[in-house]
């Protein structure tokens, strides 16, 4: 960081501009954009920290989701393994999580492998079998970014589809971060939501079998408290990447009438904080609005009852 910023900013220095440790120094989330190109590298920390700043003065989402598309795709376009493409999608889960997490957003689901994805080329699937294996525990050692933000990861799916000794790092990776109590990270591995809906109905009609609950009762309250995120509140945001403007079986019950849905062109590897922003401050404009709107219902109300109380 140039002296001179520093004597401006001195405020500022803890949060972006000192030394991050070797679990965190890849987690910085760039801006991206061609529109901010223009602006110096040497400011990126100083406005990625007084965005974070600025996002914290508003209303934040309490679940945001990505469909993590187009790692293939990047590592394509340059003549790449394919393998590189999901390692470089791996970084990138990273970056965003800590963005994400620094704004206090304490619940986030990712699609990271679909059911379908079997049928891929077996060397893909390999690699990606292998990444999970690594990459999981990795992600939830002491002092990694989900101990760091005291965020616990859920495995959701068909676990009992993955190899044995990726079930063995899913579960290890849940245990060591079982504790935690900020936030969860959903993974969705393997996960299509068809397959969630199902199960989720499943386990209603055991419910109705073993007596606990009655079939009058049932309501879209029961089927949603047993999907596999029943643990996190109501979808915000979903974001897709790659330019795709399909759910692919993802979240499909989750995704109400009052979840933002926001895609982009850039691959997942290549996300940055300029490709975030619109869906966050969209939701902020729709927190705003309402909550103006039920001030002025609520001085409206007050009003009509002074004035009749006047007429009396």
């Not at 914290?56 to 795709?73: E, S, T």
């Amino acid at each position: 960081m140039p002296p001179s910023l520093a004597a401006w900013l001195p405020g500022w220095a803890p949060t972006w501009a000192s030394t991050p440790d070797a679990a965190t120094s890849d987690v910085h989330l760039p801006l991206s954009s061609s529109f901010l190109a223009w602006i110096p590298r040497f400011l990126h920390p100083f406005l990625r920290s007084l965005l974070v700043r600025s996002l914290r003065l508003g209303p934040r989402p309490r679940h945001v989701a990505f469909i993590m598309d187009g790692n293939r795709r990047s590592a394509r376009t340059r003549n790449l393994p394919v393998r590189v493409g999901h390692e470089e999608g791996f970084d990138a889960l990273k970056r965003v999580l800590s963005f994400l997490l620094k704004l206090d957003i304490p619940h986030v689901t990712v699609y990271a492998f679909s059911i379908e994805n079997f049928n891929r080329d077996p060397t893909e699937v390999d690699a990606l079998m292998a990444m999970a294996r690594t990459r999981l525990v990795e992600i939830c050692q002491h002092g990694a970014l989900l101990q760091q933000y005291g965020i616990q990861i859920r495995v959701l799916g068909r676990r009992d589809l993955l190899p044995l000794d990726v079930q063995d790092s899913c579960a290890k990776a849940e245990e060591m971060t079982a504790s935690n109590t900020r936030g969860i990270l959903n993974l969705c591995c393997p996960y299509t939501s068809q397959e969630e809906i199902a199960t989720a109905v499943k386990r209603t009609v055991d419910s109705c079998v073993a007596g606990s609950l009655s079939i009058d009762d049932i309501t879209e309250d029961t089927i949603a408290a047993n999907l596999y995120t029943a643990a996190s509140p109501p979808l915000d945001i979903l974001i897709r990447t790659s330019g795709v403007s399909r759910l692919s079986d993802f979240l499909l019950w989750q995704s109400s009438e009052r979840t933002i849905l926001h895609f982009i062109e850039p691959n997942w590897p290549d996300i940055g904080v300029a490709d975030i922003l619109p869906p966050l401050l969209s939701y902020q404009a729709e927190v705003w609005v309402e909550r103006v709107a039920q001030a002025v219902a609520r001085c409206g109300a007050w009003w009509s009852g002074s004035g009749r109380s006047k007429v009396e």
